[in-house]
């Protein structure tokens, strides 16, 4: 089993910038490709970002250029740095993680994020 927690989602302006962190912890070993989701109210929940354990990463086309994964994978960490951020961009963030098998899916509690016009 893997538990994630996710932190730093909040109230901005537009513009403004935020960084999530998602922290893995449990059985750490079996997490393969890690990243986010999220779903605004009324929407259906879209890939936000994805990284591999290797650093390959891809985007939604609408967060190209303003917002950038990482992960440091000996903290078992992923992380989503978002800049220039915009109201459309207001949703509540989930992480999740992928074991190296495709097995199972692993998910966080969820962060809001507020852009403010």
């Known amino acids: 089993q893997v538990q994630l927690v996710e932190s730093g989602g909040g109230l901005v302006q537009a513009g403004g910038s935020l960084r999530l962190s998602c922290a893995a912890s449990g059985s750490t070993f079996s997490i393969g490709p890690m990243g986010w989701y999220r779903q605004a109210p009324g929407k259906q929940r879209e890939l936000v970002a994805a990284?591999?354990?290797?650093?390959?990463?891809n985007y939604l086309d609408s967060v190209k250029g303003r917002f950038t994964i990482s992960r440091d994978n000996a903290k078992s960490t992923v992380y989503l740095q978002m800049n220039s951020l915009k109201p459309e961009d207001t949703a509540v963030y989930y992480c999740?993680?992928?074991?190296?098998?495709?097995?199972?899916?692993?998910w966080g509690q969820g962060t809001q994020v507020t852009v403010s016009s």
């Open positions: 990284i591999t354990s290797g650093g390959s990463t």
């Open positions: 999740y993680a992928t074991t190296w098998n495709g097995a199972y899916n692993y």
